[in-house]
């Protein structure tokens, strides 16, 4: 698997085939990575998710991507809510590894990954960026491209240096 970094709206990506959202249990809109998800993706998107609702933290569905088109598919990927159960790095990781086996199941082979947690869930950015490429590296998965979007030149520099890391212990 390949990973790549890229400064970015998510949104933006269209030549993937599936966008990761930073999704809550309830599966709704919302704020952050998810409401500009759902906005790009439109009504339909809801719809589709809210009719798999609720999803348990560290796991994640799979609905088309609608108006994302041509990114077939949008993988909802609920992350821990740090301010609640606090910093787990077993649950960030399972909802990483949850988002490539939906991929899988829908023959997606490249996939754009957002910060999963490290917004209004307040996981520190930094554990995170580790937490989520070692996630993304250890996964079983026939996905060929893995794109983390940064969202931020702060979260660009954070995976960066996970990236360099994990290629040291490698
Ligand atoms: P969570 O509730 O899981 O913390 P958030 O959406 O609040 O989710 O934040 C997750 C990460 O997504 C944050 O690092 C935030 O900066 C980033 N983010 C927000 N909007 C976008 C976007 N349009 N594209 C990519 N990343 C985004």
């Known amino acids: 698997m390949r990973v790549e970094l890229v400064q970015g709206d998510i949104t933006t990506m269209r030549d993937v085939d599936a966008v990761v959202t930073a999704a809550n249990s309830r599966l709704r809109g919302g ?3 998810n409401g500009a998800v759902h906005a790009a993706a439109g009504p339909r998107l809801l719809e589709a998710s809210t009719m798999l609702a609720p999803c348990p933290v560290g796991q994640a569905v799979v609905t088309p991507g609608f108006d994302l088109a041509p990114v077939s ?4 990927a609920v992350g821990p809510d740090a301010r609640r159960v606090g ?8 909802a ?3 988002a490539l086996a939906r991929a899988d ?3 997606a082979q490249s996939v754009a990954f957002p910060s ?3 917004g209004v869930y307040g996981y520190p950015e930094d554990e995170a960026a580790q937490v989520s490429v070692t996630a993304v590296r250890a996964a079983q998965t026939q996905v060929e491209l893995v794109r983390l979007i940064a969202y931020s030149e702060c979260s660009l520099r954070l995976w960066q240096a996970a990236l360099a890391d ?3 212990v490698r």
């Open 166 to 168: 994990d290629e040291e």
């Open 87 to 94: 910093v787990r790095p077993d649950l960030l990781a399972a």
């Open 116 to 118: 999963i947690s490290t």
């Open 73 to 76: 598919w949008v993988v909802h």
């Open 31 to 33: 704020s952050g990575v």
């Open 96 to 98: 990483y590894q949850a």
């Open 105 to 107: 199941e829908v023959g």
